[in-house]
């Protein structure tokens, strides 16, 4: 399995922008699906979005669609979140996930995605 670590997130003002990253430690990701989801307080875990090996195809959900934009960088073997126009209802704890290696299929269930990161706390607040 490959191992995921969130960072960049924090405080921002509604309206504002921020940058979430997932690395990867100790193996290459570019043989991995890798996914974006949220979880807020007292709600289930929600898609936000996915990319495809290569990055040429990716994934949004309705919601984010517009104002968050999924990139993927395998030299570095990171995956990032741009999140523009925040609101308060993009509060939550960000995880980013990979799907077993070897498929090149993107998903929306947060069940076909099996390694985790810890997740970091993104919170939009004046």
């Known amino acids: 399995q490959v191992q995921l670590g969130e960072s960049g997130g924090g405080l921002v003002q509604p309206g504002g922008s921020l940058r979430v990253s997932c690395a990867s430690s100790?193996?290459?990701?570019?043989?991995?699906?890798v996914g974006w989801f949220r979880q807020a307080p007292g709600k289930e875990r929600e898609f936000v979005a996915t990319?495809?090996?290569?990055?040429?195809?990716?994934s949004y959900a309705d919601s984010v669609k517009g104002r968050f934009t999924i990139s993927r960088d395998n030299v570095k073997n990171t995956v990032y979140l741009e999140m523009n126009s925040l609101n308060p209802e993009d509060t939550a704890v960000y995880y980013c996930?990979?799907?077993?290696?070897?498929?090149?299929?993107?998903?929306?269930?947060?069940?076909?995605?099996?390694?985790w990161g810890q997740g970091t706390q993104v919170t939009v607040s004046s």
């Open positions: 100790g193996r290459t990701l570019n043989n991995y699906v």
């Open positions: 996930a990979a799907r077993r290696r070897g498929i090149d299929i993107l998903s929306t269930k947060d069940d076909e995605y099996d390694n």
């Open positions: 990319i495809s090996w290569s990055g040429a195809r990716t």
